[in-house]
């Protein structure tokens, strides 16, 4: 009788979730699947040693199921320690929708992603994201109260992508003061991938702080409407990583600082509101450290939505609001002082402060 063995790399194939690299100690992972609307959506629910796990519901076409797995994976671990270093007491979870969200998103299949959220007790909180508009989380509200992100006439915080926006411009002012001695942005060219709705409020912010302001986007429409709106260049050369900028400002999709793209970097500072920028981000942060890139860790400058939407669990003001949100500069500064003190990547240095922020409060709950 012959037997198959599978060798390491047919095994990885074959568990897509357990051989990811990604996978990282993840709680749970939540497969749900509904014939009649279509629905196709993974939840990963990464860590709740601090409180639920709270993220945003991420509509997007991917080109396999395993994307999809390895970006839910790779997300919800991002909010962990995205909540663990502001001090929220919250866990990480993420929630993604195999679909193109012009043609494929309804009502019914919001409901019916709701009611699996709702399965999980609370475990998981959603809450808005690429994809998602704030209506479709009034939608998810109609079946389970375990969403945030609702209308402010619903009683919730509305759109956090405002506040989003002003907590990357704070990590970039931060990211200025500690590689130039002034986080005065006057002339400094600045250059922002991908102008949603985060990318554009900080083209303004950046713009208001007099920042020379290049925009890019795969919308071409969208860069013309931006760019009369705001005054801005649109960035018309083709090499956008080896552009000469002064600051880097990713925020589209992650990975953009890769393989392929790191060596042509000629920036100073990267600084953006994208989830996991670093494709690798142990071997690319230390690339970006030996470059003397200054690297601000995306899981920490782009909290300020989460920050938002913790409001309606929390019940706190737009004051508290903005304040948590601008303390995103002197946390960043902290981390940058404290990579540069022990040599270390400012990814690293971000990542040791989230840990161990997690295992007081493990060991605090077994005691």
Known sequence: MQVDVLNANELKKSAPVFG???????????FCN?????????IGIHNTVLGPALGGTRMWNYTSEWEAVNDVLRLSRGMTFKS??????????????????????TPALMKRFGEFVHSLGGKYITAEDVGMETSDMDTVREVTPYVTGISESKGGSGNPSPITAYGVFMGIKASAKFKYGSDDLEGKKVLVQGIGHVGET???YLSSDGAEVYISDINEERLQEISKKHGVHIFTERDIYGADMDIYAPCALGAT?????????????????????LADEVAHGEILQKKGIVYAPDFLINAGGIINVYAELENYDR???MRKTENIYNTTLRILEKAAKDD????????????QRIEDRKNQNLN
């Open 319 to 321: 004051q508290e609001i």
């Open 34 to 42: 509904d014939k009649d609307t279509g629905l196709k959506a993974i």
């Open 257 to 277: 600082i890769n393989d392929e793209t790191i060596q042509r970097l000629k920036v100073d500072i990267i600084a953006g509101a994208a989830n996991n920028q």
């Open 20 to 30: 990811q690299v990604s996978f990282d100690e993840h709680e749970q992972i939540v």
């Open 84 to 105: 663990a270093i502001t001090g929220l007491n919250l866990g990480g979870g993420k929630a993604v929708i195999i679909g193109d969200a012009k043609k494929d998103k």
């Open 202 to 204: 900080l083209v303004e």
């Open 344 to 355: 270390i990547t400012t990814h690293f240095a971000a990542l040791q402060i989230a840990k």
